[in-house]
């Protein structure tokens, strides 16, 4: 098989290909390697390529097969880890300076699982530092680039996943979602980007951001490989105590139920809202009419406190961040500035270490849990987080999922929002409320913005929610829009568009 045929097939084809012999996993690896070294040079979705980790465990799988061992789900599968994933001996940094040299002396559930079931692991991919951003450009590295157009941000804060998956660099990628940072990404990619239920997917071996609201989650070009990653990783972990305890269904065969007798919940009036790009609203209407089509049923639901998510979550993520954050002190992990007390060693390190955005939040968050404005703010926020939850608990009486836009514009330019945090946190006002309320949720590609005079075509997500460890009902739906649609096929140019004109240029298309 041709290198570029290898790099179209799903990850559960070359699963299935690696078992019964019909591909080596290191002529797998190689299609993809060749891939990235192609496309890393525009791209920069990874902070860390593991080259020769990578060709090692390819080799052991095949080895175990021509030694006649059984191999896992995920054989010889190239999957990239965010780069605030655990891996035992690799190094790992959360996207952050004051990461910088640290090298994990433990293994984190999600590399170990996905080791377990026979994956190779190509690398780290890029974030925005501690998972903090929607863009990708708060790092102190190269931003990552959308593989449809380079000019164009990819997202975040899982952007090297999203455009790692979509350039073809790795087969399917782990990302982590605390507002947004596995659908957001995966819908400015084109990809499929799933955030499990609160609980769902150990969070052991996942850098923190704010641990009330993280979750891990697979990015994959279609459902069924998405399932395919959940079905490795979920499930309870002794090592986290807020991993829930239930019994792990069959994802994929709920792929293959359909969407007949669903009834999907619309929050109309979040739609009407003017930052909705009208692009973005077309797409969606089109995926509710493919929902329909399928056999569901449209609702409207109300989510009376829907208008307050995003300040809630960022008065929540802001103080969960700054005591999770207070560990990178300069002795214990990583970076450090040695100065003559530690008192200036603490400020020198964080001072050089963190970059703006994360010094914004740790400021925010420390202000909102002092002892004179906790009422007013983070416990006001516990409050409204609880009226927000009992919202979608309402609104699921009367549905099985509720179905919306994911990001409210198909793609920014880089530099266009980076000078503006308020307008960035905006970006996931779709998506915070899922975190908000421990819902499993799912972005798949719902096709591509019309190229205008000032924007290319840019692909479009959709988003579909549903209540906590309803990941079957969600899958099934996604797949039933997915059999009845060809977005999912749908690929960035290959090779890559250079990076270089600094504008979008006038009536670009991205499509052909
Ligand atoms: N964009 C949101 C933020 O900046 C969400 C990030 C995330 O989900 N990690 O906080």
């Not at 997917?201 to 990015?219: K, N, Y």
């Not at 603490?346 to 202000?367: Q, W």
């Not at 409204?384 to 309402?394: G, K, M, S, T």
Request: with cysteine.
């Amino acid at each position: 098989m041709t290198p570029n045929r290898i790099i179209e097939l799903s990850a559960r084809a070359i699963a299935r290909h690696v078992r019964e012999g019909s591909l080596r996993a290191t002529e797998v690896l190689e299609a993809f390697e060749a891939r990235a070294d192609a496309t890393e040079p525009v791209l920069h979705a990874y902070l860390l390529r593991a080259r020769d980790e990578a060709r090692t465990a390819a080799e052991a799988i095949d080895g175990a097969r021509a030694a006649g061992h059984p191999l896992g789900a995920l054989a010889g599968v190239p999957i990239g880890l965010k780069d605030l994933f655990v891996i035992e001996g690799m190094h790992t940094r959360a996207g952050s300076r004051i990461l910088e040299g640290w090298i994990p002396p433990y293994q984190g559930t999600h590399a170990a699982r996905l080791l377990g079931a026979g994956a190779v692991i190509t690398g780290k991919l890029a974030m925005d530092e501690f998972a903090m951003g929607s863009s990708n450009e708060n790092t102190p590295y190269e931003p990552v680039r959308n593989p449809w157009d380079p000019r164009y941000v990819p997202g975040g804060s899982s952007g090297g996943s999203a455009a790692a998956v979509a350039a073809g660099s790795c087969a399917a990628a782990l990302g982590s979602d605390t507002g947004g940072s596995i659908r957001q990404p995966a819908s400015l990619c084109g990809v499929v980007g799933l955030k499990p239920s609160y609980g769902r997917v150990s969070r052991h071996g996942m850098i923190a951001f704010a641990s009330s609201l993280d979750q891990a989650g697979p990015i994959a070009r279609d459902v069924r490989d998405a399932a395919a990653l959940l079905q490795v990783l979920a499930g309870p972990d002794p090592l986290d105590a807020t991993c829930v305890d239930a019994p792990v269904p069959d994802y994929l065969a709920s792929c293959d139920r359909g969407a007949a007798g669903l009834r999907v919940g619309v929050h109309r009036e979040a739609l009407a809202s003017e930052g909705l790009d009208p692009e973005v609203a077309k797409a969606f209407e089109h995926a509710l009419a493919v929902l329909q089509d399928a056999g569901a049923t449209l609702v409207d639901v109300e989510l009376p406190h829907a208008e307050h998510a995003i300040a809630t979550y960022y008065v929540l993520c802001t103080a969960e961040a700054a005591s999770n954050l207070a560990r990178y002190d300069g002795l214990r992990y990583g970076a450090r500035i040695a100065r003559a007390s530690l008192r200036e060693t603490y400020e020198a390190t964080r001072e050089a270490g963190f970059s703006a955005e994360v010094k914004r939040r740790i400021l925010l968050g420390t202000f909102v849990l002092r002892k004179d404005s906790y009422a007013a703010y983070y416990g006001q926020a516990q409050k409204v987080r609880r009226l927000i939850a009992r919202d979608y608990a309402r609104a699921f009486e009367g549905c099985d999922l509720i179905a919306s836009p994911v990001s409210p514009v198909p793609g920014f330019a880089v530099g266009e929002r980076s000078h503006d945090p308020l307008t960035m946190y905006l970006s996931d006002v779709f998506t915070i409320g899922a975190n908000l309320a421990g819902l499993a949720a799912i972005s798949i590609p719902a096709g591509l913005s019309a190229a205008t005079s000032g924007r290319p075509a840019l692909p479009i997500g959709v988003q579909l929610m549903a209540p906590a460890l309803q990941e079957p009902t969600l899958l099934a739906a996604a797949a039933a829009h997915e059999d009845a649609t060809d977005h999912h096929r749908l690929r960035p140019p290959d090779p890559p568009r250079s990076a270089t004109a600094s504008e979008p240029d006038p009536g670009a298309g991205g499509a052909s």
